[in-house]
């Protein structure tokens, strides 16, 4: 029970390492344009300013982190699961 209880935690710990190590490395600001950011803006608040500009890039910043988290996760442990047969 205490094993497995570990392993579970162990699993999301290492989830939380791969989301952590994802928004380090991704920066949305590098392929989303200003117009883009300030288009989007204005269609979901309908006006663009200083307190909503940047919702595309924290959206796109999170979407994109969890993406590389769970890739990361799956493809860790499948490898696992490969390496203990």
């Keep these: 029970m205490a ?7 162990d699993k999301i710990a290492w ?8 928004t380090r ?5 590098k ?3 200003l117009y883009t ?7 979901v608040h309908g006006y663009s300013s200083q307190e909503n500009f ?8 999170v979407v994109c ?7 990361g996760y799956l493809t860790s442990m499948w490898g696992i ?3 203990r047969r």
């Design 3 to 9: 094993i497995t209880f570990a392993r579970r935690l």
């Design 25 to 29: 490395f991704i920066y949305p600001v």
């Design 81 to 83: 699961r490969k390496v």
């Design 31 to 33: 392929f989303i344009s």
């Design 54 to 61: 940047d919702d595309l890039w924290v959206l796109t910043w």
């Design 65 to 71: 982190s969890l993406v590389f988290a769970v890739v």
């Design 37 to 43: 950011s300030e288009r989007f803006a204005q269609w």
């Design 15 to 22: 989830f939380a390492v791969l989301f952590y190590i994802g």
